[in-house]
Nanobody
Framework: VQLQASGGGLVQAGGSLRLTCADPRRTFSNNAVGWFRQSPGKEREFVGGISWRGGNTIYADSVKGRFTISRDNYGNTVYLQMNSLKPEDTAIYFC?????????????????WGRGTLVTVSS
């Protein structure tokens, strides 16, 4: 397993969760990191990404203004802060290391993935 996502759980609509992506093999280095999610019966969806220094972030329209990505390069950890959660945010969330320094919504630009963490938002 290249990356380890954690922090998922059950939360009521309107609540918050913070997901953590750990990088024990130090694949982050000079690369961007992205978050994706997949719900049952749906294709994997881009959530957001952060550049290698953390100065640039991009988000899917569906989470913009509610989710925030940050990173701690010293600890090789990336975070996904999720606020104002909605039932439609229910999914397995994955983090991935990009091949480049800046994030993209294209999953093909990511080369290292980890096991996801389940987020369930009840109405």
């Amino acid at each position: 397993v290249q990356l380890q996502a954690s922090g998922g759980g059950l939360v009521q609509a309107g609540g918050s969760l913070r997901l953590t992506c750990a990088d024990p093999r130090r694949t982050f280095s000079n690369n961007a990191v992205g978050w994706f999610r997949q719900s049952p019966g749906k294709e994997r969806e881009f959530v957001g990404g952060i550049s290698w220094r953390g100065g640039n972030t991009i988000y899917a329209d569906s989470v913009k203004g509610r989710f925030t990505i940050s990173r701690d390069n010293y600890g090789n950890t990336v975070y996904l802060q999720m606020n104002s959660l909605k039932p439609e945010d229910t999914a397995i969330y994955f983090c991935a290391t990009s091949r480049t320094a800046f994030p993209s919504s294209d999953a093909a630009t990511y080369r290292y993935w980890g096991r996801g963490t389940l987020v369930t938002v009840s109405s």
